[in-house]
């Protein structure tokens, strides 16, 4: 074999080798990063989607994608395992969790930080018309759709019924998610549903279109005083005309829905998840006006209150975007 096809041949090897071993080492470069949502027929699961797809497309290096799951309690401790990467949960459950109190009492999870607080989550209380129950105080002996165990939205509905006199043991409690308790309340086998979701939510949008049903007014006193006993918590009013028959304005409660991770993350993967939430990226589009596109309550998530209701640490990746961003000075 003569020398200079000797020398193309090594040159061809070497090139190929080149190829494949820069492929593997691109493909290594690629982190996959998980959102854990809610269930399908609350405000978590859709926007969770449009955010994964944001980062996928605007990220570089990484791919996102979002599950849906049992909401804050539950994503609080997913985050505490490392059993994921990120997650939505309710900024009254983070401050719990990071700070060891209440479902969390005695096992605090110390490595939950804050990437971004999202949009209000309002506590919504619907009842079927049959059952008569216009105000809570009429609710005992009710079957009343909690909440799946481990999410915000049972957390929620102990506190504001402890607020009007009632315990568990004053009701039927189904531990359910959203859309298997508009499920339920559908078939009469349920009186009242809790949801915390930002409004408008499918699955009461469903419910109010197939089934008479009225919301119910927290009672003013109440409000108050839950707002008192936990900050976290504002008074908030559901507008006329938000779903279908309802035809007045509903006062309830709201707090913020944060994306949160674990201080274990790397901090350029979050700085890099987080400007893509918040920068235009390569198809001129932000994630949050991709998520605006998605659901009414996207409209909510803007730059000027990333940091609204957080109160326990930001990741340092997160904090550096803010920073660069004249958020944080």
């Given at each position: ?13 070497a ?10 080492m691109?493909?290594a ?12 027929g ?37 985050i ?48 079927r ?6 105000n ?21 509905t ?26 339920r ?42 707002c ?47 400007k ?7 198809k ?46």
């Open positions: 074999m003569k020398k200079r096809e000797l020398r193309w041949i090594v040159l061809v090897i090139a190929l080798t080149l190829a494949v071993t820069g492929g593997a691109a493909a470069k690629t982190t996959f990063l998980a959102i854990a949502t809610g269930g399908t609350g405000t978590y699961y859709p926007l969770g989607g449009a955010l994964a797809q944001a980062i996928s497309e605007n990220a570089e290096g990484i791919s996102a994608t979002a599950q849906s799951g049992n909401a804050s309690v539950a994503n609080c401790n997913l505490a395992r490392g059993d994921v990467e990120t997650a939505f949960v309710q900024n009254n459950v983070a401050d719990e969790a990071y700070n060891g109190r209440g479902a969390f009492q005695g096992h605090a999870v110390s490595n939950l930080r804050v990437i971004a607080a999202l949009y209000p989550e309002t506590v919504q209380v619907v009842a018309k049959a059952s008569n129950v216009k809570l105080s009429e609710a005992k002996g009710k079957i009343i759709a909690v909440g799946d165990k481990g999410s915000g939205t049972e957390v929620d102990r506190n504001i019924l402890s607020l009007h006199n009632l315990t568990y043991d004053d009701i039927k409690p189904l531990y359910v998610n959203f859309s298997v308790a508009a499920q309340l559908q078939d009469d086998q349920g009186d009242i549903l809790f949801t915390t979701a930002g409004y408008p939510t499918s699955s009461i949008i469903e419910l109010m279109t197939g089934k008479e049903c009225n919301f119910v007014n927290l009672d003013p006193e109440a409000v108050k005083k839950l008192e006993k936990f900050p976290f918590y504002v008074p908030i009013t559901i507008p006329a005309g938000t779903y279908k028959g309802q035809t007045e304005p509903v006062n309830t409660v709201a707090m913020m829905a944060l994306w949160v991770t674990h201080s274990g993350l790397d901090a350029e993967v979050v700085y890099k998840a987080t893509a939430l918040w920068a235009k990226g390569a001129g589009e932000s994630g949050a006006a991709m998520l605006a596109k998605i659901h009414d309550q996207g409209k909510n998530i803007k730059l000027e209150t990333a940091l609204k209701g957080v109160t326990i640490p930001l990741h340092p990746g997160a904090e550096k975007f803010y920073m660069e961003a004249g958020v944080l000075k």
